[in-house]
Nanobody
């Protein structure tokens, strides 16, 4: 059974940085898209960034120029480098792996940015 395990969340001051990681355990093949989503209290879950198997990336307008997504296919791991963090980035961050026929989500990691 495949599980996604996230790490790297925490509390940081505005302007600081965090790096999130998400690794898949179990047998997983041909991950087409790896992505990060976030959900703030009282708001819908939204896409933060995703990266395709070919390295193509897409970012939410609110994080462009501050966040960078990357992946290590050999390790079945996706990263999210978050710089210049703002209080409005506070949310639970979830990773997502999409393969042919399957859609996996992590359990979420809390990111809190204090002003």
């Amino acid at each position: 059974q495949v599980q996604l395990v996230e790490s790297g969340g925490g509390l940081v001051q505005a302007g600081g940085s965090l790096r999130l990681s998400c690794a898949a355990s179990g047998s997983i093949f041909s991950i087409n898209v790896m992505g990060w989503y976030r959900q703030a209290p009282g708001k819908q879950r939204e896409l933060v960034a995703h990266i395709t198997e070919y390295g193509g990336t897409n970012y939410a307008d609110s994080v462009k120029g501050r966040f960078t997504i990357s992946r290590d296919n050999a390790k079945n791991t996706v990263y999210l480098q978050m710089n210049s963090l703002k209080p409005e980035d506070t949310a639970v961050y979830y990773c997502r792996f999409v393969t042919t026929g399957y859609d996996y989500w992590g359990q979420g990691t809390q990111v809190t940015v204090s002003s």
